[in-house]
């Protein structure tokens, strides 16, 4: 039988591996938006690409209509895209929506990220937007690269000193299957080299189905690991066993595990929903997604 002396031993060690746990996992980035998942649902512009794509002030009625509480525009590197920021920005303004997030892009080889973004920021000072950049390599250099990784880093440090500059809510690469960040870990391992509190990673559950992830064990590890960097989510509809393209409702994969692991590990930043690939009756899909969301919202938080 134990003493009573090893036992008090035993929880002593048990206090300082979690304290030890904990300073590990501690958080790396700041989330300025305060924008918490369990109060804010989002939108990527996605849902609209199939669907009255060219009348941003009509995306953001219909979000703001059926309870989304803000919008992920997927701009990238396009000028006929960013054209439509103040139309977007001033939607937003008259329904009280937020810009949540841009999905951006660039190229490692570019040495810079594009013009066309540059040239927006100004309309996007003091938003605390998250700007998303897919980060590619038009020559497909290895992802360990070393040559690779101080370019993908010189780059993501000037989006860094331009997102402080004009107060925005930070960088978070957007990881994307056949991108030269493709996976979680490929985020994480650039926000470390990185290395500021402006700039962490997205989780994206498509896209880690993509490469291959199933299980929710290793969903768990691989969120736990990103959560010191995680600044958004995006979820969708899909099924266990294949990555497909659905609305949140839809398919066998259960999302409830997803998100409650979220909560146990005490993310606070924003989640949302993608609608790529959708088509017909989009504000009715809208709908039944955000009546889904607070389905898994409310079993997720029990």
Same mark, same amino acid.
């Given at each position: ?115 066309? #973004? ?5 309309? @996007?000072?003091?938003? &605390?937007?998250? =700007?998303?950049?897919? !980060?590619?390599?038009? /020559? ?75 299980? #929710? ?5 691989? @969120?736990?690991?990103? &959560?010191?960097? =995680?600044?958004?989510? !995006?979820?969708?509809? /899909? ?64």
């Amino acid at each position: 039988m134990l003493s009573k002396l090893s036992i008090h031993a035993s929880i002593r060690a048990l206090l300082i591996t979690f304290a030890t746990v904990h300073a590990t996992q501690a958080d790396k980035v700041d989330l300025v938006q305060d924008l918490h998942w369990k109060d804010h649902h989002f939108a990527m512009s996605n849902w609209f690409y199939n669907y009255k794509f060219n009348q941003p002030k009509l995306h953001v009625k219909l979000l703001k209509e059926r309870g989304y509480g803000g919008i992920m525009l997927s701009l990238k590197d396009d000028p006929g895209r960013w054209k439509n920021l103040p139309a977007y920005l001033e939607a937003m303004k008259e329904h009280g929506t937020r810009l949540t997030a841009i999905h951006a892009r660039f190229y490692i080889e570019d040495g810079t990220y594009p013009q066309v #973004i540059k040239d927006n920021l100004p309309l @996007l000072k003091g938003t &605390k937007v998250i =700007l998303i950049p897919s !980060v590619g390599s038009r /020559t497909k250099m290895d992802r360990k690269d070393p040559e690779a990784v101080a370019m993908a880093v010189k780059i993501l440090r000037e989006m860094s000193d331009d997102a402080k500059k004009y107060d925005l809510g930070g960088i978070a690469p957007y990881m994307h299957i056949g991108n030269w960040i493709e996976t979680i870990d490929d985020n994480v391992r650039i926000a470390k080299a990185v290395n500021r509190r402006n700039v962490g990673v997205m989780f994206h559950l498509h896209h880690w189905q993509a490469v291959g992830g199933r299980e #929710i064990t290793k969903l768990r590890a691989d @969120l736990l690991n990103a &959560k010191p960097y =995680l600044m958004i989510v !995006v979820i969708q509809g /899909t099924d266990q066993n294949k990555a497909t393209h659905k609305i949140l409702g839809e398919g066998d994969y259960d999302m409830v595990p997803l998100v409650k692991a979220l909560r146990e590990m005490d993310y606070r930043g924003p989640l949302g929903t993608m609608g790529y690939t959708q088509k017909g009756d989009i504000p009715t899909k809208l709908t039944r997604a955000y009546i889904a969301w607070e389905k898994i919202r409310a079993e997720a938080s029990r």
